[in-house]
Structure formats: C-alpha cells, structure tokens
C-alpha cells in the first residue's frame, strides 16, 4: 500500500516558501516535489482557505506564506490536507462474524486509536517555526544552496 506523503510534502513547500520570501508559482513548487502543478493547487487551497497561505494571480504573483510560523502547527498543516489517514494498517474484516475476530479488532482498534491520539498530539506540539530553527542549526551553511532554508535563530 503506498503512503500519503501530502503532510510530508506541503511542510516541504512551506519551508522553501518561508525560506525565498516571495510569491512562488504552483510550478515552482510542483518543481520541488516532481508533481504537477495542478496537484499542488489542490492542495494550497485548503491552506488558503485557513489563512495559512494566500495566492496573488498574474505577473509576480503566485502562492506566499500569510501566517505567523511561530503560530501554526504540523497539526494545524495536517488538518488543513484533510487530516489524511495515519496508519495503513487495519482490520481484515470490518464486521466479523467470528467471535475471536470480533477481539481481535476491538484490541487493535483500541490500539490503533491510542497511537493515532498521540501523533496528532505531538503534531500539535511542532510549529513551522520550529522546523525552520530545525533546518537552520542543522544546516547553518544552507544559503548558499539553491532554494534551501536559513531562517536565523533568535
């Protein structure tokens, strides 16, 4: 089963856009990731529709951030994507008839549930401004790489 990388990639384009510091075409941010430029609008639109980005059309214009990174988290980002489904993992039969399925789901949904909670809760712990931090004191020579991330730490 392939894994929904939309979190992983937006947080991606975020960075860069943060980083540039001007409006960025979707075919620029496409370019980042080897997609399509239309798969990206898809995806900005919910963050503009929060007000985590905003998007300006014709010469010059393009996607940019509009939120303060301090302020927003990878929770907040993962809910604006559609809160895309954590685990692959699930029941092989929604409704058994089996009575030792039947615990056998019931354990595993507990546990699915469990773990999920805590991964939404740490996501609500991480904002975009700390992965710019992140980036910067792992990288702190990045700026001279092409489109790389240099947020200076305070």
Not at 59 to 64: E, I, L, Q, T
Not at 113 to 120: K, M, R, S, T, V
């Amino acid at each position: 089963m392939r894994r929904d990388s939309k979190l992983s990639s937006i947080l991606h384009v975020l960075l860069h856009m943060a980083h540039i510091g001007r409006p960025m075409t979707s075919e620029e941010l496409a370019g980042y990731l080897t997609t399509n430029a239309v798969l990206v609008r898809r995806v900005m639109a919910g963050l503009r529709e929060r007000g985590y980005v905003a998007s300006v059309k014709g010469h010059g214009g393009g996607w940019s951030i509009s939120c303060n990174l301090q302020q927003v988290t990878l929770r907040d980002i993962y809910e604006a994507v559609g809160s895309p489904t954590v685990f692959a993992m699930g029941n092989r039969v929604d409704h058994p008839e089996c009575l030792v399925e039947q615990v056998v789901n019931a354990s595993l949904a507990s546990a699915f549930l469990d773990a999920e909670a805590l991964l939404i809760a740490r996501l609500g712990e991480v904002t975009l401004a700390d992965l710019a931090q992140r980036f910067s004191a792992i990288y702190p020579d990045s700026t001279h790489l092409p489109g790389a991330l240099h947020v200076q730490s305070k």
